[in-house]
């Protein structure tokens, strides 16, 4: 029995796990991989969440967001010195690597198979750690989300897993950051199936739970079971309140478009050098933070005192407009950051307002502001997103108010089916792909093809021999019984060619090939034969069908990574029928 090797057994063990990946029923890898993503991705939001809190800590008196304590002359420069260190550093950069936020993840995840550079990864952590630092009008939630998807899809890409597979594991990188971000587990799953994957399975589901549960623990041990918002106990008065729920939900839907609609219109100045566009950004959310300091930076502690109630009517319309603009600006000019974590604020803002002139106008049956402020935050997150199921589960886990389950409901359905239906308007990501004119890769077909592997379904009954074989060879050939037969020859084409046709064949053989024995040529017999191209070992059945259609091929063959793929051992055979037999299933 010959002894293996220790080495040797292991890559052999993970060749099986690889293999098993390719299911679409792999449900335990996935979960195990769903475990390692979710503490890998807890660590590096935890590395995140420092590197902006201890600088900021230090930077600022009293606590970290305390912003508006620095100098008048301050709010103008820190974010314009943070401008024009980003904006050199990009403009040193080459484009591709300049590409980051949570639109770069559908990209990447829909069109490139979830395969995320590395290189634009370390780009976003220091580019949105850089502007959070120095107070640029923007959330760190987005960058959470591209800096999950990438360390998982890095770790995926590093263990040669199955393209199909990346899927999940990007789901389980994004739930697992979001839920580091806000200490949200259930939004964080609800969020990488309702804004990324945009499909619910159960292989994919569970092991996403399994990522977004580390991913929070993980943080809970460094930062512990921290609240975001200080929210006193607060329910709906009663059924009179909610014709004017039904208006708020219109007003929320309003400045969600407004909030849309501006990033859109300022995508024209993305001809000119990403250099000038973030320094303008910087230098016009300076000069609005001379007047709203508030706008700087995350922005959670003015939340907190809009909850509170601390905050005029004047004063809250008023930082709502500002922090829109500068947002708006500053992500469209390509300033590093998220777009979440300033959308809550907004909200917060418009909803204290609401609260404001409810409690005024119907003091007796309107109920208090910071009520209205968590619907405000809960619809305008719905709305701009078009995720209003994580936008509810956000808000419930992050206050821990499950009296406001009810009317969150109520106001996001209301908000998002106005933003959608009356103003057009699919969701920020979707939005702004569509504005910069990339498309998604979609479809029922392609979401069915892209969750199964190649090595899942491809037909391993087959022999290879070169172009021509001796006749008292030819029947070797089908000793096993095989289905196909492989015709290939070093740095030639292959082909593929029935063992049903070649049997056919030599049961019928001329007398001159019987007397004189000489050798058959498999490319001239009277046979049906395929052109055969290679797909990797780690291609979905979606790209194998692209490459059937790209290549105009009749068959692929399996080609064993990583190695040359005309000279690489063929694992398995994917025909047209193999692809149609999955999407019927």
Excluded at 156 to 179: D, E, F, H, K, Y
Excluded at 217 to 235: A, D, K, N, Y
Excluded at 345 to 358: D, R
Excluded at 439 to 454: D, E, K, M, Y
Aim: hydrophobic residues 50%; proline residues 5%.
């Amino acid at each position: 029995m010959q002894k293996v090797s220790l080495k040797q057994y292991t890559l052999n063990k993970l060749d099986d796990f690889r293999h098993r990946l390719a299911y679409i029923d792999a449900l335990p890898q996935l979960t195990f991989l769903g475990f390692i993503i979710g503490l890998t991705v807890g660590l590096v939001i935890t590395l995140f969440r420092v590197m902006i809190n201890w600088p900021l800590a230090q930077l600022l008196p009293i606590h970290g967001e305390n912003f508006e304590a620095l100098s008048r002359e301050w709010h103008f420069l820190l974010p314009v010195i943070g401008a024009i260190i980003i904006g050199v550093s990009m403009q040193l950069l080459p484009a591709k690597y300049r590409e980051v936020s949570v639109g770069h993840v559908l990209t990447r995840l829909h069109n490139f198979q979830g395969r995320m550079p590395g290189a634009n990864f370390i780009v976003q952590f220091i580019g949105a750690t850089i502007s959070l630092i120095t107070g640029q009008s923007v959330g760190r939630e987005g960058p959470a989300v591209h800096l999950g998807a990438s360390a998982a899809s890095i770790v995926g890409q590093w263990m040669n897993l199955p393209n199909n597979s990346l899927r999940t594991l990007i789901g389980c990188g994004v739930a697992a950051a979001i839920a580091a971000s806000f200490n949200t587990p259930v939004a964080g799953v609800i969020f990488a199936l309702e804004v990324l994957l945009i499909e619910y399975t159960i292989a994919g589901f569970i092991p996403i739970i399994m990522a977004s549960v580390c991913g929070s623990v993980v943080t809970r041990i460094f930062f512990g079971e921290e609240l975001f918002f200080s929210i006193p106990v607060m329910q709906m008065q009663g059924l009179l309140e909610i014709p004017f729920m039904v208006f708020g939900g219109l007003v929320i839907a309003l400045f969600a478009t407004l909030y849309m609609r501006l990033q859109f219109t300022f995508n024209y100045l993305q001809k000119y050098p990403i250099s000038l566009r973030i320094i303008a950004a910087g230098i016009a959310t300076g000069s609005i933070a001379l007047f709203y300091p508030q706008i700087l930076g995350l922005g959670y502690d003015t939340l907190n005192q809009v909850i509170d109630g601390q905050l005029s009517l004047n004063l809250l319309l008023m930082i709502a407009g500002a922090k829109l603009l500068a947002t708006s600006f500053s992500i469209s000019m390509g300033v590093p950051g998220g777009l979440i974590g300033p959308q809550l604020l907004i909200g917060a803002c418009i909803g204290g307002a609401l609260g404001i002139v409810g409690n005024t106008l119907f003091p007796d049956s309107t109920s208090n502001t910071g009520f209205y402020v968590l619907l405000g935050m809960a619809a305008m997150m719905g709305a701009v997103l078009n995720a209003p199921l994580a936008a509810l589960m956000a808000v419930l886990e992050m206050t821990y108010t499950p009296g406001v389950i009810f009317p969150s409901m109520l106001i996001i359905v209301i908000a998002c089916v106005i933003t959608r239906q009356l103003f057009r308007c699919d969701g920020i990501f979707l939005e702004q792909l569509k504005k910069n004119g990339t498309s998604l890769t979609s479809g029922p077909a392609h979401q069915t093809l892209s969750r199964i592997g190649v090595r899942s379904v491809m037909d391993t009954s087959f022999v290879r021999c070169r172009y021509t074989v001796a006749y008292d060879q030819a029947h070797t050939l089908l000793t096993h019984k095989p289905m196909w037969i492989v015709i290939e020859e070093i740095d030639k084409e292959k082909y593929l060619l029935r063992a049903a046709d070649f049997a056919k064949y030599l049961d019928n053989a001329p007398e001159e090939v019987l007397t004189l024995e000489q050798d058959i040529d498999l490319l001239e017999i009277p046979a049906q034969r395929y052109k055969l191209a290679p797909v990797s070992e780690q291609a979905s059945l979606f790209e194998a069908k692209r490459q059937l259609d790209y290549d105009n091929s009749d068959a692929l063959y399996v080609a064993r990574q990583p190695s040359n793929p005309v000279t690489s051992a063929v694992m398995g055979i994917i025909t047209h029928n193999t692809i149609e037999n999955c999407y019927q299933i």
